[in-house]
């Protein structure tokens, strides 16, 4: 049985800071799936190394992003997409 996605959508113009987290909101499956192909959207898989790497689940075309960096995923990606992190 497949684990859950647990996913938070990022609104467009994102900022990662602790002000704008409180207004992230939570993201079903199926939300997912229907954005999937977007180029609008970019899905930063955060899950920890030994985690990811493990992982038999990936989504297709998501991009990598090491937690540890967190600080740098704004000034990574364009601020005119909607960003979707995830993990599991």
Known sequence: MKKPLIVLALLLGFALTPAVAMD????SVD????????????????RSGRDWNSSEFKIKGAIRANPSEFSTWGNSHPKNKKIVLYCA
């Open 24 to 27: 992230v909101g939570l993201m």
């Open 31 to 46: 939300q997912l799936k229907g954005m999937l192909g977007s180029d609008n959207l970019i899905v930063l898989d955060v």
